[in-house]
């Protein structure tokens, strides 16, 4: 469908003339829809694009397991939580930025809104750069430390090394992906995150086969068509923007606010590194359960990247309307709008459980089927398949829980909720894990998951409704 005709039909099909601020999103304060109406057409795009940055990996997984092997699918799948972690602060500054953009857009003010996106690009290509850079060095060490089973290292170091050098360019685009959603554009992503995939999908094909006379790169494939992918996407994403004078193009204004802003990059910090640490966690949290995988040989390796396949289908539409519900409550913010507050956390947390119980569904119907796509191996099959029967249904207090803080993150409020998801990781994932990995085996590592997501859940919906909704919340910029 065409983007236009999107959006007219998200404000509602009016007739006035749209501005600058309006044609390139959704204004919730202009809506006569129900609020749950409103979120899930923006929700469409968002988790469609949510879906498409984990479908590359997806895709590349089914390749490189069907065309390279197991061992291949273990190499590639040894490296994601590593990346992940190295990832985390950059998930956690595009939050930062986005609630301050959401804020600045709420409050219709264009010019600080570019302010604060050119300090947060500025901020992930600094970023960006910094991983790369000390990514590189230490990579060999950090995997063997992690203990990647011996005959999938040399592997595991190449496609790693691949990545990582391309960090500033999956930085940047990242980040400005998030930024364009914090003014309520999910259809711009949508866009170039399926030229980024098709493109990356094609081209790891490419690689394997060594099409078109080029070389054949074996594991590190599926990195190079990242790269290829990602390049492909940002660059048509920046043309885009300019040719429909989007508020957030590359134009002179935003060039020169390509810099490091005291007060802003604090701004964005002080709400980003609590959210970022959390992520980082997490992070450290998923080394150690890989870690505890891994004593099990590289066949376990190979079902854990599969299960967290067909997991991420689940979360990646759970963190999306988190992401949406944070969206729309900056604006609200923004625009001193609290008495909108209200429905957007009803809408958040009843799409929640009406989309990611439909695909736990799904998928508990047709695990089978769905594990087969990665591995071909009858043991390793069997073994993946236990462990989603454990895990997949506890994604669902994983989003309720993530909405909460999404809506309380919008108003900067990040430490308790940061705390919060510290305390149920390390306090209950890890340990449960790995007692229950030394009374029960592989399955035990899995339980430590819902254990988790019930315990954040209970702390992260105290705090809501006994601190956080008392309060009256001032914006940001």
């Known amino acids: 469908m065409d983007p236009e005709v999107v959006e007219e039909l998200a404000s509602g099909g009016k007739e006035e003339p749209a501005t600058p601020e309006r044609r390139h999103g959704i204004d919730i304060f202009h809506e006569t829809r129900p609020m749950w109406t409103t979120m899930a057409i923006f929700l469409i795009p968002l988790m469609a694009s949510n879906i498409l940055q984990s479908a590359q990996q997806l895709f590349n997984s089914i390749l490189v397991g069907?065309?390279?092997?197991?061992?291949?699918?273990?190499?590639?799948?040894?490296?994601?939580?590593?990346?992940?972690?190295?990832?985390?602060?950059?998930?956690?500054?595009?939050?930062?930025?986005?609630?301050?953009?959401?804020?600045?857009?709420g409050a219709r003010d264009m010019h600080k809104t570019k302010q604060v996106t050119g300090t947060a690009l500025f901020m992930s290509l600094a970023l960006g750069a910094a991983v790369a850079i000390v990514g590189l060095l230490l990579i060999d060490g950090i995997l063997r430390a992690v203990g990647t089973p011996p005959n999938i290292m040399a592997d595991t170091v190449q496609y790693a090394r691949v990545f990582l050098f391309a960090s500033p360019l999956f930085f940047l685009y990242i980040m400005y992906i998030t930024i364009v959603r914090g003014v309520g554009d999910a259809i711009t992503p949508f866009i170039f995150l399926t030229v980024t995939t098709i493109v990356g999908v094609f081209f790891t094909a490419v690689f394997i086969r060594g099409w078109f006379n080029l070389p054949t790169l074996a594991v590190t494939s599926a990195a190079y068509a990242a790269v290829v992918g990602n390049l492909a996407g940002f660059v048509g994403m920046l043309f885009y923007l300019r040719a429909r004078k989007s508020p957030l193009a590359l134009d002179y204004e935003l060039v020169t606010d390509l810099r490091f802003d005291r007060e802003l990059s604090w701004k964005i910090v002080k709400i980003?590194?609590?959210?970022?640490?959390?992520?980082?966690?997490?992070?450290?949290?998923?080394?150690?359960?890989?870690?505890?995988?891994?004593?099990?040989?590289?066949?376990?390796?190979?079902?854990?990247?599969?299960?967290?396949?067909?997991?991420?289908?689940?979360?990646?539409?759970?963190?999306?309307?988190?992401?949406?519900?944070?969206?729309?409550?900056?604006?609200?913010?923004?625009?001193?709008?609290?008495?909108?507050?209200?429905?957007?956390?009803?809408?958040?947390?009843?799409?929640?459980?009406?989309?990611?119980?439909?695909?736990?569904?799904?998928?508990?119907?047709?695990?089978?089927?769905?594990?087969?796509?990665?591995?071909?191996?009858?043991?390793?099959?069997?073994?993946?398949?236990?462990?989603?029967?454990?895990?997949?249904?506890s994604y669902l207090l994983f989003g309720n829980?993530?909405?909460?803080?999404?809506?309380?993150?919008?108003?900067?409020?990040?430490?308790?909720?940061?705390?919060?998801?510290?305390?149920?990781?390390?306090?209950?994932?890890?340990?449960?894990?790995?007692?229950l990995m030394q009374k029960i085996g592989l399955p035990g590592i899995w339980i430590g998951y819902p254990a988790a997501f019930a315990f954040v859940l209970t702390l992260q919906f105290t705090y809501y409704t006994f601190v956080w909704k008392r309060r009256t919340h001032e914006r940001l910029v």
């Open 66 to 105: 069907q065309l390279l092997g197991v061992n291949a699918l273990a190499a590639i799948s040894a490296f994601f939580p590593i990346f992940f972690l190295l990832f985390s602060f950059l998930i956690g500054l595009s939050n930062g930025a986005t609630v301050l953009v959401g804020q600045a857009f």
């Open 272 to 393: 980003g590194v609590p959210t970022g640490l959390q992520v980082v966690m997490v992070s450290l949290a998923e080394i150690a359960v890989l870690s505890f995988v891994n004593h099990f040989g590289s066949h376990a390796t190979a079902a854990y990247g599969a299960v967290n396949q067909v997991v991420s289908y689940v979360q990646f539409p759970a963190i999306s309307i988190s992401i949406a519900a944070s969206i729309f409550a900056a604006q609200c913010i923004g625009a001193r709008r609290e008495d909108k507050l209200r429905d957007v956390i009803h809408s958040g947390v009843g799409l929640m459980y009406a989309i990611v119980g439909t695909l736990v569904l799904i998928c508990y119907l047709f695990s089978w089927n769905i594990m087969g796509w990665f591995i071909t191996d009858a043991s390793t099959l069997a073994t993946a398949h236990t462990l989603l029967m454990i895990t997949l249904w």
């Open 401 to 435: 829980s993530a909405v909460i803080s999404g809506i309380m993150r919008a108003s900067g409020t990040v430490l308790v909720p940061t705390l919060n998801g510290i305390i149920a990781i390390w306090g209950v994932e890890v340990p449960v894990a790995y007692v």
